[in-house]
């Protein structure tokens, strides 16, 4: 069965990085695009960044474009997310999503900005 398990979240000052990752598993992934999304409670869910799985075309929101980095890394099948110059606004749950011959979703896990 696929799975997508992310881990690396946690609670980092404003200006701070984090290091998000995903491991995928349960199906050939070669097909897909591996990416992320955030959500805060009220809102919908919203695109961060996403990359084929080549690594070669990579996609993000305006509002992470230059502070956020997605990467690949093929032989581990894990996804990652850089985040530098962390803000208060980017202060979500953060999912990894395959998508694909199908769409799947990690778990989540919670990125706390702090002032």
């Known amino acids: 069965q696929v799975q997508l398990v992310e881990s690396g979240g946690g609670l980092v000052q404003a200006g701070g990085s984090l290091r998000l990752s995903c491991a995928a598993s349960?199906?050939?992934?070669?097909?897909?695009?591996l990416g992320w999304f955030r959500q805060v409670p009220g809102k919908e869910r919203e695109f961060v960044a996403a990359?084929?799985?080549?690594?070669?075309?990579?996609n993000y929101a305006d509002s992470v474009k230059g502070r956020f980095t997605i990467s690949i890394d093929n032989a581990k099948n894990t996804v990652y997310l850089q985040m530098n110059s962390l803000r208060r606004e980017d202060t979500a749950v953060y999912y990894c999503?395959?998508?694909?011959?199908?769409?799947?979703w990690g778990q989540g896990t919670q990125v706390t900005v702090s002032s």
């Open positions: 999503s395959a998508i694909g011959e199908g769409k799947y």
């Open positions: 990359i084929s799985w080549s690594g070669r075309i990579a």
């Open positions: 349960g199906r050939s992934f070669s097909t897909f695009a």
